[in-house]
DNA sequence: TTATTTGGTTTATAAAATAAACTTGTTTAC
DNA sequence: GTAAACAAGTTTATTTTATAAACCAAATAA
């Protein structure tokens, strides 16, 4: 039987950012855009997703006088992510 | 930079679907029910989904007096899954 | 014969993804 | 110094999806 796939993970940009996120120790909005390829809106309520999810943490700072909004995966998220991979390896093989 | 999923491809059920297509010569949509766990109405209209898309073919016949329809994948589906796959490897390393 | 079950399809509703428009503040050009 | 352009997002609106609920036709059971 296949098992269910936590929908929060199962979303191509949620996703990418659930994949970068768990890689580098954290990344900042602009990044995520940029190595998404992402539109501002779209990121960002997908951000909120995750967040409400208490999977990623996000910390708004500036970078000078810019605003600057930086997100790191919690152990939470990490646990997800971890569990979406093997759920998924049930579909693939 | 992150490969586009193929968003037909992308969906809990017909991802199920295709998996168990994918190994099997040919399943009827009872089988494929019973396997999934899902609504007769769910896959019916994923089914039709996968079919317009020429993933897999539809063959409908009876069972002695009942009706089925079986389905199998088609070699353009099996391209998709196996690109899906490749795809998604990218998001999950 | 009238329920009930099988094997679905169609239609309606809920949830998601995405895009478009807007906001707040900053830098640049005049 | 002020108007125009830009950066970094957020909010709102629209489109697409997924899913569930309702329905239907034929076969079998009571």
Redesign the interface.
Known sequence: ??P??DPLL?S?LR??VM?ILADVESADFTYLKK???STSGNLSVQIDKLTSAGYIAVEKGFKGKIPCTTCRITPAGTEAFNSY?EA?KE??K
Do not use: N, R
């Open positions: 039987m296949f269910k796939l199962h191509e996703l990418a994949s190595q998404t390829g991979v998924l579909y693939l």
